[in-house]
């Protein structure tokens, strides 16, 4: 289970799978700040309030004044390598990253789409992931594990995963358009009282995740949903395009 933590007036999500790791820095985000519009996002329109609040969380995470990589995310299966600081400047297009730098932070912003964060036993690579339906249709949580594993020379074995906070199958209703896209029965719920079968994101995720060679012990799952749990998260469903965006970050220490 995640944990819950506050620390310099910012509450955020900590994994234990994650947590073993030494130098290892990560964190997801929660609406809660000094009140509860605590926003790290959307990237696309300068907002300064949006700045501050990532400088704060990071810095309350302890990574103060490290780089932060942004990805312009637009629900694709495209990982990025993220080999110097030069991308923190501008947002890279894709919907996965993967380094081996120290002292830089990977970020993934989400209000109802599951974050997915990973790291080795030995720090010495990190991977941040956005997993929407698109882009768990197009395999995006399967691929990055194999470029990490491919890219930085570490074995699936020692990979630990967090899988944060994300809208639940409770909430997430879908058409018949995602269930041809996913096409996998297994990960859908149906329920009389549901007129349209609803995904397990998660579920579907960790199927990816196994099936590229995660241990299934080492990977966490948050069963928090971000619909549900208006005090906690923003939710594009519940709130719609307005929503506040959360941020789900890691990096390695130097
Ligand atoms: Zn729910």
Known sequence: MLQVR??????????????????IVHAFSTRRGDRNDFTLG????????????????????????????????VHSGTVCDIDDTSAAGEAVEGDAAIT????????IQTADCVPILVADSEARAVAAIHAGWRGTAAHIAETTVLRLMEKCGVDGKSLAVAVGP????????????VVEAIGDAAVFER??????????????????????GVPE???????????????????????????????????IAP
């Open 166 to 177: 994300h809208i639940g199958v409770c909430c997430y209703e879908v058409g018949d358009d």
């Open 217 to 251: 012990r080492q990977i966490e799952i948050s069963s928090l949903c971000t619909r549900c749990r208006e005090d906690l998260f923003f939710s594009y469903r519940r709130e719609g395009k307005g929503a506040g965006r959360l941020l789900s970050v890691i990096g």
């Open 100 to 107: 081996a730098l120290q002292g830089v932070i990977l970020s």
């Open 42 to 73: 959307p990237p696309s329109s300068p907002n300064p309030i949006v700045q501050m609040n990532r400088a704060r969380f990071v810095a309350s995470i302890g990574a103060p004044g490290w780089p932060i990589i942004k990805l312009n995310q």
């Open 191 to 212: 329920r009389p009282e549901w007129p349209k079968p609803h995904l397990n994101l998660a579920e579907a995720n960790r199927r990816q995740l196994v099936r590229a």
């Open 6 to 23: 506050r620390h310099s007036q910012v509450t955020f999500l900590h994994s234990e799978v994650l947590d073993r790791i030494p130098r």
